[in-house]
């Protein structure tokens, strides 16, 4: 879990601007030659005579308005947006917000009705059906909420089928899909079908199957959101591991918060297909655009209201100063561990003594630890707000100390900690992950 | 008065009639060449199955029902029902009832699966097929035999004709329905890395619906069976023949025989084709035994207090 905070504020974030698109006026996205998915301008309209929608008298009709005097269904807005290389780029609302319909006319497995599309340079909207066969099957993959395996396949040809569909020979696509199959973890599980593994791991072969075509840019529709709460989060935190190995340009759909501000670098949130704002986690949260963004970003927002007293634990071992380095060692020998805190008489915090220090000052012969000898993170205040310590906490490995203003310390945070309080949609959830 | 007036009479069976005529001046060609041609194979697998030692069939019945149904106990009951057929005397009509059962479902296979792939692509396929094939099923079968007799006169030929008409309509729905029902997200994943409408097929469509045809083609094999008993009104020899005889002799104990040995050929063939159509497609597991995976991210380096 601590990994992710490390990666939050250890990974530099691909440009630094946020853009935030008024409604209903063409988004003038700023010049960005670099930008792997250019999308401009994009509607989707669904029902018959769909172009209708962009006579004059209709403009600036809202959603519903314009089902009701035309019929027609607004699928996609006028949504622009930029996705940079190496970006995770996540797509977020709720249902009907047309960020699936998004995702999937990026690809054109929903045709879009009016607006540029291009990926990698290649203007996806003007292309053949053949040029497009080419397109998906060698620059761009999907991964999907159901999955969309063929049961009839065993997991090796399951994870090379694209491999199999742009017509690369039995052996390449053989090494290729094992070698994805490793880097998602079923090594072991090729010649079982996926009926007779669980959700969590056919979405890996999903996942597998995405990569082995090793492509540019990866689509995945809320790849996670059909797993149980404890999975997902194990997922999600491999898929972040994943993505700083593979680095691939991602454009992620969900409608789950947490996770969004988990995994993306930037994030736009969709209402009635349009795009609201498209803005980096940090800047959804403390400055949302408007009461819709506010009130997606509310649960969330705990981050704000927690503080560091909310959510420290008790340091589970304390070794106490007037220990030698014996007894020190001992105790933590006793209890399994690496390091624990050190106080003194008073419970004032010290800092942390590690196996490390006391196999040394045994060595040395030495019968005292010194204050000055301890590792020693900064501690943190109680009243902290612990959307203030997303930097601090990735900082080491060790939780942060909490002490009041005598130094006395209180107890300590584990990043998992953090996380869990910002992942709190509902009690059940706390409670299968207890 | 209250009588349905006489004018508004739409006389349909006139061109039919006229119809038909024209057909028979025009093309009795081509459906005489149909008719020898159909022959010939009727003839040459009906030879095939009695040239094959009766005990040879039996055996072959019996293991290919084994494999079927998966119990060795089918297997002997099905290869016992066979010889019971024989007891009654009537192996050889057997042989030919079976021959044009065999004729009239391969081709009702043969024309039915593409035209069910065809309703299930295109809906406007569909909305024409439908009404027509619910006509095929609800039209009493005699009607089939009319113009079957007048294309291809008496004989095996014209059963074998009404047989594969009367008997096609489950296979195409079933194979329409078949397709139809694979889920739509499968289609879509499929699309997704660059399937076009025959990688569908082959890789999608056709294997998830594997299981819907077969149960298409056992529907139709026992509709093609009740059929060529039919069928022997037209000069079709074989069980059916023997049980018109004995309906026209009131010779109960033979028309008994015979239903009968038509009944345990019915058996047999529905529970061999049924079998193939019931067997799991896809084994849940092949060899090879998996290492834990689920739990491998447990290891998180840094936090040496991780709780679960």
Known sequence: ?434 | MLEFPDWLRLPLAGPVDQAMAWILTNLSGLFDWIGAVGLRILISVEQALVGVPWFVLVIVVGLVAWRAIGKWTSGLGMAVLLILVGTFGYWAEAMTTLSVVIVAVAIAVAVGIPIGILMAWSDSVKRVLRPILDGMQTMPSFVYLIPALMLFGLGRVPATFATLIYAIPPVIRLTDVGIREVPSATIEAARAFGANRWDLLRDVQLPLARPAILVGINQTTMMALAMVVIGSMIGNRGLGMEVLLAINRVDIGKGFEAGLAIVFLAIVIDRISNGFARRRTVPVVSAAAPTETEDDAEDIPGEPEHVA
């Not at chain 1, 040809?157 to 490793?182: C, I, P, V």
């Not at chain 1, 090729?190 to 492509?215: C, F, H, I, N």
Request: glycine share 8%; proline share 6%.
């Open chain 1, 1 to 434: 879990m601590d990994a992710v905070g490390t990666r939050r504020s250890g990974r530099e974030r691909p440009g630094g601007t946020t853009l935030t698109v008024e409604p209903n006026t063409l988004a003038t996205s700023p010049p960005d030659g670099d930008a792997v998915v250019r999308v401009e301008g994009l509607w989707k309209v669904f029902g018959k005579n769909p172009e209708r929608v962009f006579d004059e008298e209709y403009r600036g009709l809202s959603k519903t308005e314009l089902q009701a005097r035309t019929g027609c269904v607004v699928g996609i807005r006028d949504v622009s947006f930029d996705v940079r290389p190496r970006e995770l780029f996540v797509l977020m609302g709720l249902s009907g917000s047309g960020k699936s319909t998004l995702i999937r006319t990026l690809i054109r497995l929903i045709e879009p009705t009016r607006g540029m599309l291009s990926v990698d340079g290649q203007d996806v909207a003007a292309m053949s059906t053949r040029e497009l066969l080419e397109f998906r099957r060698r620059s761009i993959s999907m991964v999907f909420q159901s999955y969309g395996l063929l049961p009839h396949y065993t997991v090796l040809q399951n994870s090379a089928y694209g491999l199999k569909l742009r017509g690369d020979d039995q052996k390449t696509r053989e090494e290729k899909a094992r070698a994805a199959l490793a880097t998602v973890g079923l090594t072991g599980w090729e010649s079982y079908y996926p009926d007779s593994l669980s959700g969590g791991m056919q979405q890996r072969v999903g996942l597998a199957r995405a990569l082995a075509t090793d492509p540019d840019i990866l689509l995945m529709d809320e790849p996670f959101s059909g797993l149980d709460p404890l999975i997902r989060r194990q997922l999600q935190d491999e898929f972040v591991d994943l993505q700083d190995q593979i680095g691939k340009t991602i454009v992620f759909v969900t409608h789950d918060l947490h996770e969004a501000l988990k995994l993306g670098d930037r994030i736009a949130i969709m209402r009635d297909g349009e795009i609201v704002q498209i803005a980096e986690p940090e800047e959804i949260l403390s400055n949302p655009h408007d009461d819709y963004v506010r009130a997606f970003t509310r649960d969330a927002s705990t981050a704000g209201v927690f503080t560091a007293r909310t959510v420290m634990d008790d340091p589970e071992v304390l070794l106490y100063r007037w220990q030698g380095p014996r007894a020190a060692l001992a105790e933590l020998v006793h209890q399994k561990r690496d390091w624990a805190f050190m106080v003194d008489k008073k419970h004032r915090y010290l800092g942390i003594c590690s196996r490390d220090l006391v196999d040394t000052l045994i060595k040395e012969g030495n019968k005292h630890i010194e204050a000055a000898d301890l590792i020693r993170p900064d501690p943190v205040d109680p009243d902290v707000l612990i959307q203030d310590l997303f930097g601090l906490v990735g900082a080491g490995s060790y939780p942060l100390p909490v002490t009041d203003a005598d130094g006395t310390l209180l107890g300590v945070i584990r990043p998992r900690s953090i996380l869990e309080a910002l992942h709190t949609p509902d009690p059940a959830e706390e409670a299968s992950d207890a």
